[in-house]
């Protein structure tokens, strides 16, 4: 191989490399101090990158924090399985994410305040969105899954119901299986079909 391209074979794996321990160092900054209260030096002192490398591949704080987010809604996302005629199941595999990645719950909880209209301008996650509330229309259609309720708005109440169970439960240690258990009874009551 050509050294000139073993030698850009490098610089792309470092380049990597340095986004990837800027965005893990970004997300424990942000995660404890929310975007106002996070710094950028100290984001560059844990990636062991220089602030310009971080400007040079972010832009700013802000999109570096838009970057954080953007990143782990969409690790989320891959990790839960959504079947619209069983959104009980959905709303504990969210609450499993959250459980098994407490920083991410402190990151939305900061977006909500700082950053609300975020997650309407990332495309792939209010593509996901619009899915799964266009499969939720059809499971009511289909009298799967109760029509009380629009179905974007029913979403937004599971949504809220899964975060919910966990902003008032505290540390991970503390959100235990019975909570789990009881998210997964409330979406039931508000999402199965009446009976007869």
Do not use: C
């Amino acid at each position: 191989m050509p050294e000139r391209a073993v030698a850009g074979t490098v610089a792309v794996r470092d380049a990597t490399a340095t986004r990837q321990r800027i965005l893990e160092a970004a997300t424990v900054e942000f995660a404890a101090a929310g975007l106002a209260g996070g710094r950028i030096g100290r984001i560059a002192e844990r990636a062991r990158a220089n602030q310009r490398m971080i400007y040079a591949y972010y832009g700013s704080k802000d999109e570096l924090f838009d970057a954080v987010l953007e990143h782990h809604i969409l690790l989320a996302q891959d990790a839960v399985d959504f079947d619209a005629t069983d959104l009980p199941g959905y709303a504990q595999q969210v609450f499993d994410v959250y459980r098994a990645n407490p920083h991410f719950l402190r990151l939305t909880l900061w977006q909500a305040l700082e950053r609300p209209e975020l997650l309407i301008a990332v495309a792939p996650v209010v593509r996901t969105m619009t899915d799964k509330i266009a499969a939720i229309a059809r499971a009511q259609a289909a009298g799967q899954v109760s029509a009380a309720l629009p179905a974007d708005r029913l979403f937004d109440h599971i949504l809220a119901l899964a975060n919910g169970s966990l902003n008032v439960i505290g540390q991970p240690s503390s959100w235990t299986d019975a909570q789990r258990h009881d998210l997964g009874v409330s979406v039931a009551l508000l999402t199965d079909p009446p009976r007869g």
